[in-house]
């Protein structure tokens, strides 16, 4: 039997409820006032733990990233030999089973970040739950010294945000079905992903070095003395 509002706090009620709204409307469709609505209060009781309707978007995205975060990490322990491909496999897995969380995440614009730190700070643990994978990874490899440490740090780091894009453009485009309309050989769609995850394996076993990063020296042009 589906909760009701006698059921739950008012705080978390309104949050459950402007899910169901924005999967209704889309985040634009979002409103303290349709919340009210959706649970039979006033208009004003939603006001009593969300200042605004960025107040109560920002729970929402908040909410959404520690479910993220959770599964990524869970992912990545399963997969005790191969980390990286658990939380890979992970993060489509998820954007899969749960479109409108993701499109919440990274497909819609943050309310003002200073005013809600707590929403920065789980967004921010998904990332370094991937930049402490590699940056591990890394340093496994090389005896560093300290200031071989801020490379590896600064590699772990492009690392991250390579792999982050390329998931998340395979992940962006599952969604929006455009694979279907490419007109592909047959077995190509099934394979994407695997293809994918081994793509970025081999970038990461053969990609440049933290080294190849530095500034290059300059060349002399052919006029130059």
């Given at each position: ?7 739950l ?10 899910r ?18 959706k649970l ?6 939603p006001y ?15 909410r ?10 869970q992912a ?5 030999s191969d980390?990286?491909?658990g ?5 489509m ?10 499109r919440l995440?990274?497909g ?9 730190p ?13 930049r ?17 440490m ?9 690392q991250?945000?390579?792999?982050w ?8 485009i599952?969604?929006?079905h455009v ?6 050989s047959?077995?190509?769609?099934a394979?994407a992903?695997?293809?994918?995850m ?14 190849s990063?530095?500034?290059?020296t ?6 130059e003395?």
């Amino acid at each position: 039997m589906a909760k009701t509002i006698h059921d739950l706090n008012l705080k978390e009620a309104c949050i459950q409820a402007a899910r169901e709204v924005i999967a209704e409307k889309g985040v634009e469709g979002l409103s303290l006032r349709d919340v009210a609505r959706k649970l039979g209060v006033s208009h004003q009781a939603p006001y009593r733990h969300y200042p605004s309707r960025d107040h109560l978007l920002a729970a929402i995205m908040q909410r959404c990233f520690e479910d993220f975060a959770a599964f990524l990490d869970q992912a990545s322990k399963a997969h005790p030999s191969d980390a990286l491909l658990g939380m890979g496999q992970a993060y489509m897995r998820y954007a899969a089973d749960h479109p409108l969380e993701y499109r919440l995440m990274f497909g819609t614009p943050w309310p003002e970040p200073a005013a809600h730190p707590e929403l920065v700070r789980h967004a921010v643990h998904a990332f370094d739950l991937l930049r402490h994978h590699l940056q591990q990874q890394l340093q496994q490899r090389a005896s560093a010294t300290q200031s071989d440490m801020l490379a590896l740090l600064a590699q772990a780091e492009l690392q991250a945000l390579f792999i982050w894009s390329a998931l998340h453009g395979m992940a962006s485009i599952e969604q929006a079905h455009v694979m279907q309309h490419l007109v592909l050989s047959p077995g190509v769609p099934a394979q994407a992903e695997r293809y994918l995850m081994g793509m970025v394996h081999t970038a990461l076993t053969h990609g440049p070095t933290p080294a190849s990063h530095a500034s290059p020296t300059h060349t002399k042009a052919p006029h130059e003395g």
